[in-house]
């Protein structure tokens, strides 16, 4: 390592050090200094990692990789990880300095990386991932991305090389033209069942949700869905050339969905290639989450897990001991008890207010939108959430509207049919403190990037002392 390189982690080091004397926590400076010091430091770090695994994809990429990261990292066999959606640059970079050494080696070789789509042609210079987990393509932040094709463009220069596995989703269409150039893909997907509760969730969510993408990729046909799942996944073939949903190699199906019981059943096949074990095979994995699409995050990590060799007792260990990642499907229990969860893009949020719609309580619905840089500018993707079906399904529920863009969210409210007199906009996040006290309904807290982690505090802080620190996943 030049000695330039060593400065800087020597600076990050220091910076840290200052930082804790000051009792600030861990923030993304040391990381930035060091990168001003070097601007080379990450490809010099990532160089020296053994193993990589990289999950990317427009939703569900913490989740998977807090899964993945559960199923995989143990005391005799440590892994790295980037936690809490750090998936910029400067958060990989900051990461990877917490595990290097005053002479700038890395201390572990194993490394779990959770990248954003636009961030992985800064990545891949220096290190081509075993395994890259691709969740699904879907419309998000189209003015920090440019359109959806320059997303797949970058996607297909990630999966492309030799000795990359993709493990990606084979219900998604965009996913499936993304695997076409890679030599070993990995397909995971939604096996539906005829008759029981799960029918239900893949029924609630098949509304006539946003579905880009859902032409052919080889020749741009419309595609005919057999089932729709969500976004545009589902069982699909195209009526004019030979594009259809691939084989299976993980199969999953969610039992007792929605219950403190519910279960993913994996179906494994086995195929020709040599990594994977020579027998099909089907195991349950606990499914600590809400919500289909989570039961397909728990999916794309198990599968993952698998095609790195995790013994599947050992995926089923991970999932139990499961705690949901901060405000997804987070609940506060108390009077009221409040759910908190991020939306960002309409096919998040849709997926989001099906979970929220199987709650057939009265209950009051927060929405905290923010138009900062991290939570994309543009809030126009609010007119593509489907809510015209929330409202009608839910009709018993009342609206609050904070942040930044409150007036925008209560206008689309309005348009989606809720009566005027159903909808309030509150000034500061504090006022939601207020909402649903009285009659203490459940409150769904539904809100932007930039307003999550201070709405975690406020709603922790909020919580009676009987139930602090009971802040727990969704059951
Ligand atoms: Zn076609």
Redo the contacts with the bound molecule.
């Keep these: 390592m030049s000695f330039r390189a060593l400065l800087a982690v020597w600076m990050s080091k220091f910076v840290t050090i200052g930082l804790k004397i000051m009792g600030r926590g861990a923030t993304s400076l040391p990381g930035v200094i060091a990168q001003r010091v070097y601007l080379l430091l990450p490809d010099r770090l990532l160089r020296q990692i053994d193993t990589c695994v990289i999950v990317t994809g427009t939703n569900g990429k913490t989740t998977t990789t807090e899964l993945l990261y559960a199923m995989l990292h143990s005391d005799d066999e440590p892994w790295l990880v980037n936690r809490g959606g750090a998936n910029l640059i400067q958060g990989i970079l900051a990461t990877l300095l917490q595990k290097t050494n005053w002479r700038g080696r890395l201390t572990v070789k194993r490394v779990l990386l959770e990248v954003d789509e636009a961030t992985m042609r800064l990545v891949l210079p220096s290190i081509r991932p075993q395994v890259l987990v691709l969740t699904n393509v879907l419309r998000d932040q189209l003015d920090r991305y440019g359109e959806i094709d320059q997303t797949i463009m970058l996607l297909r220069n990630a999966a492309w090389g030799a000795d990359t596995t993709l493990v990606t989703n084979a219900d998604d269409p965009l996913c499936v033209a993304i695997s076409s150039i890679n030599q070993k893909p990995v397909f995971f997907g939604y096996a539906p069942m005829e008759s029981t509760d799960e029918t239900s969730v893949v029924d609630l969510v098949s509304g006539n949700q946003v579905r880009d993408g859902a ?7 419309l ?1 005919s869905y057999e089932r729709y799942f969500y976004g545009q996944m589902g069982i699909y073939a ?6 259809k949903r691939p084989e299976l190699s993980f199969a999953g199906r969610v039992l007792d969905a929605g219950t403190a019981a519910s279960q993913l059943c994996v179906n494994e096949y086995a195929a020709t290639q040599d990594w994977r074990p020579s027998e099909d095979r089907e195991f349950l994995v606990p499914n600590p989450l809400k919500g289909l699409y989570n039961a397909y995050n728990l999916l794309a990590a198990t599968s993952a897990a698998r095609t790195l060799g995790v013994s599947p007792s050992r995926i089923a260990e991970a999932s139990k001991r499961f705690i949901q990642p901060l405000g997804r499907m987070q609940v506060f229990p108390g009077h009221p008890e409040r759910i908190l969860s991020l939306i960002k893009n309409p096919t998040g949020a849709d997926s989001v207010l099906s979970t929220v719609a199987q709650d057939a309580r009265e209950k009051m619905v927060c929405f905290v939108i923010n138009d900062n840089f991290a939570d994309g500018r543009d809030v126009s993707w609010l007119w593509d959430v489907d809510l015209e079906v929330f409202v009608e399904n839910s009709p018993s529920t009342r609206y609050v509207c904070a942040g930044t863009r409150a007036a925008d969210m209560a206008l689309r409210l309005a348009y989606a049919g809720v009566d005027r007199l159903d909808i309030k906009i509150v000034d500061d996040t504090e006022a939601l403190l207020l909402v649903g006290n009285e009659e203490a309904l459940p409150v769904y807290v539904l809100s932007t990037y930039t307003a999550l982690h201070p709405l975690v505090s406020l709603l922790t802080h909020a919580q009676p002392k009987e139930f602090r620190g009971k802040a727990v996943s969704a059951s």
């Design positions: 032409f052919c990729e080889k020749c741009g046909a595609l195209c009526p004019e050339c030979s594009f």
